[in-house]
């Protein structure tokens, strides 16, 4: 039985499973991670007629699919996709969701729903998703109305990759998905109070910051994922080549600053080395001629303070 019909002309009707595709395909998806279910079987059954274009990757568990969207997100600096179905199939993506969020990754998260009609009368595989999943995404649909998915999955994925990236949770209910229209995928975005265009510091700002390294007998750069998301791992090292001070990171931040750089702490925390903690207070002397003067004293396997070379 056919539950999505074949896409048809840009000026025909077609399902509202295929302009969630067709707006994949936009967006430059060509890799998908989806697990089905009886509601999302309209999305999948559109997915086959876009497999030329997109390849469906079937993981074994919904949680599997959605981190690996993150990993391919990681990877590639392109948002991540994953789908699963309603119920208990969308409860299986909220760790990865979570994860995303913490963790700073694009990732659009798409889920089937129970039609809009029985939306709160315990249907059957009806959960409310978008309030489980409320406070771990950084936006979040319920689609009610097939004319808006265009218009949201542009908006997905518009959040979902500008200023501090995150996940997008895109709720589908199973009528609007065979609900046929006519779709307009230039529609503009509907994002009022939404500015992630960075504002760049006052230069005071940045005065304050110097004179605060300036002053500073023991500086250490604690450097975090922002430094890879903003890509700026090539400025850190030029402020440390600069500057000579001393750089540990966080989880978040391995591969920001070259672990084999003499300044190079590894990372911090109780998953980190040994001597991180310790390095956190040491000491750097003034530049000379040869640069700034300091490492640990002690082996990188031995906890302790590290100390300025005398």
């Known amino acids: 039985m056919a539950t999505a ?10 399902s509202g499973a295929d302009v969630v595709v067709e707006s994949l395909v936009r967006h430059g998806v060509d890799v998908i991670f989806a697990y089905p279910g009886g509601a999302s079987m309209p999305l999948h059954q559109a997915l086959t007629h876009a497999k030329d274009r997109i390849r469906t990757i079937l993981p074994r568990h919904e949680q599997g699919g959605a981190f ?41 998260a798409l889920t089937g729903q129970v039609g809009t009609s029985v939306i709160g009368t315990d249907a059957f ?27 949201v999955m542009k908006e997905a994925f518009y959040i979902a990759t500008t200023g501090r990236p995150g996940p997008v949770l895109v709720d589908l209910p199973k009528n609007i998905q ?24 006052h230069p005071e700002q940045i005065a304050q910051v110097a004179a605060a390294i300036k002053r500073a007998k023991r500086p250490v750069i604690y450097a975090g ?18 500057t000579g001070i001393p750089v540990t990171t966080t989880l978040m931040g391995l591969g920001a600053f070259p672990g084999t750089d003499p300044l190079s702490l590894d990372m911090l925390g109780m998953h980190g080395s040994v001597y991180a903690p310790g390095c956190s207070s040491a000491s ?14 002690r082996p990188l396997s031995s906890p302790g303070r590290c100390r300025p070379r005398r």
């Open 5 to 14: 019909s074949r896409p048809a002309s840009s000026t025909g009707f077609v």
């Open 68 to 108: 690996a969207a993150q990993g391919y997100a990681r990877t590639t600096g392109k948002p991540g996709v994953c789908m699963a179905t309603s119920g208990p199939g969308a409860l299986n993506l909220v760790t990865a969701i979570a994860d995303a969020k913490m963790d700073s990754v694009p990732l659009i």
């Open 125 to 151: 595989q009806e959960t409310p998703i978008v309030e489980v999943c409320r406070g771990i995404t950084k936006h979040h649909y319920l689609v009610t109305d097939a004319a808006d998915i265009a218009r």
């Open 178 to 201: 065979v609900a046929q229209l006519v779709p307009d995928y230039d529609v503009p975005m509907n994002l009022p109070g939404y500015r992630p265009e960075p504002r760049p510091p």
């Open 225 to 242: 994922g922002g430094v890879i998301t903003g890509n700026a791992s090539d400025e850190l090292r030029e402020l440390v080549r600069k």
């Open 284 to 297: 750097l002397r003034a530049p000379g001629p040869a640069g700034p003067s300091w490492r640990c004293k």
